[in-house]
C-alpha cells in the first residue's frame, strides 16, 4: 500500500536507466539504507523508513510563505501528513493501535535523540541524503559558499547519531567527491565541540 501510494507521485526522476515516481524511489532507497545500516530492523522500522515521504507532493513547499518560518511550518506540517498518512493505511492493514503508534512516532519525528526508532529512522534519512541526494542539491544551489555548505552539512548531521556518523566515514555509503572534505570538515568542528 505504501508503494501504491508513492507510485501516485506525478513527479518523475531517473534512475540507472530507469524512470520512478519520485517518492516511490525514494522509499526504495530508504528501504535499501536500512537493510545495509541495521539489517535486523524490524517490521515496524521497515514501514516507517518506506514511509517517509509518503505522498510528499501532497504538501508543497509552496503552499508555506518562502521564509525560515514558513520552511519550518512546512516542516512540522509534512511530519504530522506522513505519519497521518501512514496511520490510515496501518489501519486498513489491520494493524494493532501500539504498532500504528509506534510507527507513527517515528515518521512523525517525535522524540529524536530519546526515541530510538524516530533516531534510526533520520539516521537512515540523513545517510540517504549524503548518498543520493546531496551532489543534485549542491547542483542546484551553485551560489552556495563554504560557510553555507558546512550549515547545511551541519543541520543534518547533528540529527544523526554517533553510529550513523561512523558509517558514513567508514566508506559504507558512497559520499559526493566534491564534498567529502566539507563533510569531513563538519565532523571534525562536531568533534572538536565548535558547533
Not at 69 to 82: D, P
Not at 138 to 156: A, L, T, V
Amino acid at each position: 500500500m505504501i508503494d501504491a501510494a508513492n507510485s501516485e507521485d506525478p513527479n518523475w526522476e531517473t534512475n540507472e536507466g530507469k524512470d520512478w515516481p519520485k517518492e516511490l524511489l525514494y522509499s526504495r532507497r530508504m528501504s535499501d539504507m536500512l537493510e545495509r545500516y541495521a539489517p535486523g530492523a524490524d517490521d515496524a522500522m521497515k514501514l516507517a523508513v518506506s514511509a517517509q515521504h509518503i505522498q510528499r507532493w501532497k504538501s508543497p513547499r509552496s503552499d508555506y510563505p518562502m521564509d525560515r518560518k514558513g520552511y519550518l511550518q512546512w516542516r512540522t506540517g509534512l511530519n504530522k501528513f506522513h505519519a497521518e498518512t501512514i496511520a490510515i493505511l496501518l489501519v486498513k492493514a489491520g494493524y494493532e493501535k501500539e504498532f500504528i503508534a509506534r510507527v507513527t512516532q517515528a515518521v512523525g519525528k517525535k522524540s529524536l535523540k530519546t526515541n530510538p526508532d524516530t533516531q534510526l529512522l533520520e539516521d537512515v534519512a540523513g545517510l540517504v541524503f549524503f548518498e543520493h541526494y546531496l551532489v543534485d542539491f549542491s547542483d542546484r544551489h551553485p551560489e552556495y559558499n563554504e560557510q553555507k555548505w558546512i550549515d547545511i552539512i551541519r543541520k543534518i548531521w547533528n540529527k544523526m547519531s554517533c553510529r550513523a556518523h561512523q558509517y558514513a566515514l567508514s566508506g559504507h555509503i558512497k559520499l559526493p567527491d566534491s564534498l567529502v572534505k566539507l563533510i569531513k570538515k563538519v565532523a571534525s568542528l562536531n568533534t572538536s565541540g565548535s558547533y
